[in-house]
């Protein structure tokens, strides 16, 4: 019962521990003409050293990570996010320029593996669960405007 009890701890630490919490993070301002999406999954011992892709319209914007959050800046208009972990899921999403919208990646167990779920959620909700999560770094670095020849 005790080793069961140290394991139970043990999987409940693992996952984004590290970097700034939310609460202490002041994201930069959007940028004119852009939008962002912000995604973020809540600590979970249940698949929590799985980092699955979060993917934007099939360019990897950053990683679902247990306990972190993180944020990725992009054209506004109509786009489809997918989480690359175990069944894949996918949901589409209309941004709106200088306006953040909200996904929270979770976990369910599934017969043989765990599916990923992707949810858009209400900032305030979203906000308030950001606050307790790990900060991460944007992976996702948007492409150059083409140059233009005078």
């Given at each position: 019962?005790?080793?069961?009890?140290?394991?139970?701890?043990?999987?409940?630490?693992?996952?984004?521990?590290?970097?700034?919490?939310?609460?202490?993070?002041?994201?930069?301002?959007?940028?004119?003409?852009?939008?962002?999406?912000?995604?973020?999954?809540?600590?979970?011992?249940?698949?929590?050293?799985?980092?699955?892709?979060?993917?934007?319209?099939?360019?990897?914007?950053?990683?679902?990570?247990?306990?972190?959050?993180?944020?990725?800046?992009?054209?506004?208009?109509?786009?489809?996010?997918?989480?690359?972990?175990?069944?894949?899921?996918?949901?589409?999403?209309?941004?709106?320029?200088?306006?953040?919208?909200?996904?929270?990646?979770?976990?369910?167990?599934?017969?043989?593996?765990?599916?990923?779920?992707?949810?858009?959620?209400?900032?305030?909700?979203?906000?308030?669960?950001?606050?307790?999560?790990?900060?991460?770094?944007?992976?996702?670095?948007?492409p150059a405007a083409p140059a233009t020849k005078p």
């Amino acid at each position: 019962m005790l080793r069961l009890a140290l394991l139970v701890t043990l999987f409940a630490t693992i996952g984004c521990a590290s970097g700034p919490k939310g609460d202490t993070v002041t994201l930069p301002a959007i940028e004119a003409g852009r939008s962002r999406i912000v995604f973020y999954r809540m600590a979970n011992p249940m698949a929590s050293l799985d980092q699955p892709n979060m993917l934007m319209d099939g360019v990897v914007i950053g990683k679902s990570e247990a306990g972190c959050f993180s944020y990725a800046d992009v054209t506004p208009g109509a786009h489809t996010i997918e989480c690359k972990g175990g069944d894949v899921n996918r949901i589409s999403m209309q941004t709106a320029a200088g306006v953040a919208t909200y996904i929270e990646t979770s976990v369910q167990p599934t017969l043989n593996n765990f599916q990923f779920n992707l949810a858009q959620k209400p900032e305030p909700e979203a906000k308030q669960k950001i606050a307790g999560l790990s900060f991460r770094p944007p992976a996702y670095i948007p492409p150059a405007a083409p140059a233009t020849k005078p």
